[in-house]
């Protein structure tokens, strides 16, 4: 039996991967330089699949970190150089450690071959983050300058409010390293990065990832599709009009229609009843989060899935009952912050569409 060409929820790569040459032609050349990247998208548009592939292809070496784990400063500094130890012999790393202000015990965890690195709690500030960021610029050339990727860096502030100072203090003295800072909250990084009274103002170029273009997913689909169907091109057309080129629900929702063409073979419905079925197993995660917001984002929501007209007209007003716009404004920009809802050159759409389409069915069951 075929294996489903489809994949969604963690990194992707290779016949998994489509579109995103201009990304990965400007952010390969940009890293050549000694220049830093900044790059929002929102949730599950691709980002760690893009920087990864084009690290892996620089052949360089790279730390991939995701603040999100992160506990502590402490802790920072453990991850990275856990991190540090994948890549550098043990004895080459020795020498190095025997210069850190606080040495850090270095166990080797016997079932994963991984080490654990501790340093002692509350040891000093950021003082092992400080040894730790210097190891890796001693241990960056010229020749092969080390990548460090912070991913969901706006998690920074959750550690210690003055940390970014700190990063920041740090990082613009080293000339071996190219850092890139991704997250997917686009106002907090723009605080971060393009607020002039903040401390990373101006340190590197900022890009935001969009959606795959459709065309080259409509290719991408139609090639994967044909292996199993000769209604590949309707289907496609079908599934993108659902999903609205969203990377991550695309790949969702054409790995549904597979897994139905598989299991029952074509029938005039196989989208839809795709679609309700994804609605379906989501059916708790989508009531939990319907009932954490409030009486406003639950009438915005309510109208942005039964129609498309702008949620900011005086007729959505009329036809749902959101009141003044103003509140309409907050709710809208409430929901953004959430992620529940993108806004894309000022349009705002629901993100998932399988919540939107849980909505529908809800309120006219
Ligand atoms: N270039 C691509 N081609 C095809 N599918 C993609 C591509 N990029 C992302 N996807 C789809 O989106 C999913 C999420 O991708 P990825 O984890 O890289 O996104 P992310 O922005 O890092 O997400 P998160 O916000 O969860 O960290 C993948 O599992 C895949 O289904
Ligand atoms: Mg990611």
Same mark, same amino acid.
């Given at each position: 039996?075929?294996?489903?060409?489809?994949?969604?929820?963690?990194?992707?790569?290779?016949?998994?991967?489509?579109?995103?040459?201009?990304?990965?032609?400007?952010?390969?050349?940009?890293?050549?330089?000694?220049?830093?990247?900044?790059?929002?998208?929102?949730?599950?548009?691709?980002?760690?699949?893009?920087? +990864?592939?084009?690290?892996?292809?620089?052949?360089?070496?790279?730390?991939?970190?995701?603040?999100?784990? *992160?506990?502590?400063?402490?802790?920072?500094?453990?991850?990275?150089?856990?991190?540090?130890?994948?890549?550098?012999?043990?004895?080459?790393?020795?020498?190095?450690?025997?210069?850190?202000?606080?040495?850090?015990?270095?166990?080797?965890?016997?079932?994963?071959?991984?080490?654990?690195?501790?340093?002692?709690?509350?040891?000093?500030?950021?003082?092992?983050?400080?040894?730790?960021?210097?190891?890796?610029?001693?241990?960056?050339?010229?020749?092969?300058?080390?990548? *460090?990727?912070?991913?969901?860096?706006?998690?920074?502030?959750?550690?210690?409010?003055?940390?970014?100072?700190?990063?920041?203090? *740090?990082?613009?003295?080293?000339?071996?390293?190219?850092?890139?800072?991704?997250?997917?909250?686009?106002?907090?990084?723009? @605080?971060?990065?393009?607020?002039?009274?903040?401390?990373?103002?101006?340190?590197?170029?900022?890009?935001?990832?969009?959606?795959?273009?459709?065309?080259?997913? +409509?290719?991408?689909?139609?090639?994967?599709?044909?292996?199993?169907?000769?209604?590949?091109?309707?289907?496609?057309?079908?599934?993108?009009?659902?999903?609205?080129?969203?990377?991550?629900?695309?790949?969702?929702?054409?790995?549904? *229609?597979?897994?139905?063409?598989?299991?029952?073979?074509?029938?005039?419905?196989?989208? @839809?009843?795709?679609?309700?079925?994804?609605?379906?197993?989501?059916?708790?995660?989508?009531?939990?989060?319907?009932?954490?917001?409030?009486?406003?984002?639950?009438?915005?929501?309510?109208?942005?899935?039964?129609?498309?007209?702008?949620?900011?007209?005086?007729?959505?007003?009329?036809?749902?009952?959101?009141?003044?716009?103003?509140?309409?404004?907050?709710?809208?920009?409430?929901?953004?912050?959430?992620?529940?809802?993108?806004?894309?050159?000022?349009?705002?759409?629901?993100?998932?569409?399988?919540?939107?389409?849980?909505?529908?069915?809800?309120?006219?069951?």
């Amino acid at each position: 039996m075929k294996k489903n060409p489809f994949k969604f929820g963690s990194v992707v790569d290779g016949p998994y991967f489509t579109n995103r040459e201009d990304e990965l032609e400007k952010i390969t050349s940009y890293i050549k330089g000694e220049n830093h990247l900044i790059l929002i998208s929102p949730r599950r548009f691709g980002k760690t699949s893009l920087i +990864r592939k084009i690290v892996n292809e620089s052949k360089r070496n790279y730390l991939f970190l995701d603040i999100q784990i *992160v506990l502590s400063a402490d802790d920072f500094a453990s991850q990275l150089l856990k991190r540090i130890y994948r890549i550098y012999p043990v004895q080459k790393l020795k020498s190095y450690l025997k210069s850190f202000r606080l040495i850090p015990t270095v166990t080797i965890n016997p079932v994963t071959g991984e080490p654990e690195i501790s340093f002692k709690p509350g040891s000093g500030e950021f003082t092992p983050l400080e040894d730790v960021l210097n190891l890796i610029e001693k241990l960056s050339t010229d020749e092969n300058k080390m990548i *460090v990727v912070l991913d969901e860096f706006q998690d920074i502030f959750r550690i210690d409010t003055s940390l970014d100072r700190f990063l920041r203090s *740090v990082m613009q003295n080293q000339k071996h390293i190219n850092y890139i800072f991704m997250g997917s909250s686009e106002s907090m990084i723009r @605080e971060i990065f393009e607020k002039k009274s903040s401390s990373f103002y101006r340190f590197g170029t900022l890009m935001t990832l969009g959606k795959i273009k459709k065309d080259k997913f +409509r290719l991408f689909l139609e090639e994967k599709l044909g292996d199993i169907t000769a209604n590949n091109k309707e289907l496609s057309e079908e599934i993108l009009g659902i999903s609205d080129s969203h990377p991550y629900y695309t790949q969702q929702l054409a790995s549904t *229609v597979w897994e139905l063409l598989v299991r029952s073979g074509l029938s005039s419905d196989i989208v @839809e009843a795709a679609a309700n079925e994804i609605v379906q197993s989501h059916d708790n995660d989508y009531e939990r989060l319907w009932n954490t917001l409030n009486r406003t984002d639950m009438t915005v929501l309510n109208g942005m899935s039964a129609s498309d007209i702008s949620p900011l007209s005086d007729e959505f007003s009329r036809q749902y009952g959101t009141g003044a716009t103003s509140t309409v404004f907050s709710a809208l920009q409430r929901l953004t912050q959430k992620g529940i809802l993108l806004k894309e050159k000022s349009i705002y759409t629901i993100d998932d569409p399988f919540f939107k389409r849980w909505i529908v069915i809800r309120r006219s069951e």
